[in-house]
């Protein structure tokens, strides 16, 4: 989703807009709703999940840790994201979200509805055709990459669900319908390069970088440039922002058995760097993940949401 910081043409902005340490003034969880739609089956190899978000408050402001990209539509709330680099991007009816490479803060005027699709490497490849390092860090008009057809579906729907004549189902099958139609065959070597890198993920909160090398058919230095064209960071990266989000969703649990808090502890050189890591790709430090003021973090979080690897965690079977 969305931002907070500012460029010299929205100067005149309303003061609402968070800045600096106020941005850390977020929306309460109490007043945001989200809840997760299955895909259908023959789409789960392009699509992790289907997503209802809303809220109804006139300013909404929350950070999205680092993840995948996305297909929404915004019904309603109009809002900003801003990136890393200093690329702040408005959000569009319908938008192409690409996959973020850390955590990425966002401001909406609201009410805010968002109805959307998180991509798979695969479904990234298969439908965008885009490279997922060079495109990373945006929020596109959905259109300006996808054509003028998903721009028809998505402001029908829209409009539809503004008048109750759609529900958020209804929009999810929509979007369910054009992703369908517009998949295209990745070449074959590559979907097993890719399926590789999501199970090498999955082995282990920190897996050896020689592990993935010694299964995949190409060169290492072949095998870097495709996985950064899949999924937007070399694999050294890769493995580190994965380690730092699934840390953060093992610090959600309830409780944290012996097990997984060892697993932790041998994951990174020490609390500090836990600590560092967990606030760049998470968007908070360890002591805040479980704050009631981080509704979307904590949504985002959920061990579901790495379903496009195999995820390595306690409630894996179920979530996945």
Not at 30 to 47: F, G, K, N, Q
Not at 60 to 74: E, K, S, V, Y
Not at 121 to 136: K, N, Q, V
Request: glycine share 6%; charged share 25%; aromatic share 8%.
């Amino acid at each position: 989703m969305l931002n907070g910081g500012q460029t010299p043409e929205q100067t005149e902005r309303p003061s609402s807009k968070p800045d600096g340490n106020d941005l850390f003034h977020l929306t309460s969880a109490s007043l945001v709703e989200l809840d997760y739609i299955a895909p259908p089956a023959e789409l789960r190899p392009y699509i992790t999940t289907l997503f209802h978000f809303r809220c109804d408050e006139a300013v909404i402001r929350d950070i999205q840790p680092a993840a995948i990209g996305q297909l929404t539509l915004f019904p309603r709330g109009k809002g900003e994201m801003q990136f890393r680099n200093g690329q702040c991007d408005p959000n569009h009816e319908v938008s192409l979200v690409t996959p973020n490479s850390v955590s990425v803060p966002f401001f909406v005027d609201g009410p805010m509805h968002a109805i959307g699709a998180s991509l798979s490497p695969l479904g990234w490849a298969a439908l965008t055709g885009l490279h997922a390092g060079e495109h990373g860090n945006r929020l596109y008009r959905a259109s300006d990459w996808l054509g003028k057809e998903v721009e028809t579906m998505g402001e029908a729907a829209c409009e539809d669900y503004r008048e109750g004549r759609m529900s958020a189902q209804e929009c999810a099958d929509a979007l369910c319908e054009f992703i369908a139609s517009k998949i295209k065959p990745v070449n074959q070597r590559h979907a097993e390069l890719i399926n590789q890198t999501q199970r090498w993920l999955g082995s282990d909160l920190d897996p050896r970088l020689d592990a993935l090398y010694e299964k995949l058919s190409y060169s290492q230095r072949q095998s870097q440039r495709l996985i950064e064209q899949y999924f937007g960071l070399n694999p050294r990266a890769l493995r580190r922002k994965y380690r730092a989000l699934r840390a953060a969703s093992f610090l959600f649990l309830p409780t944290l058995t012996p097990e997984y808090e060892a697993r932790l502890g041998e994951a990174f050189y020490d609390q500090s760097h836990m600590i560092k890591e967990i606030r760049l790709f998470a968007g908070r430090t360890p002591t805040r993940l479980n704050d009631e003021e981080s509704p979307y973090l904590m949504e985002m979080l959920d061990l579901r949401n790495f379903r496009e690897i195999d995820s390595l965690g306690p409630e894996t079977s179920s979530s996945a």
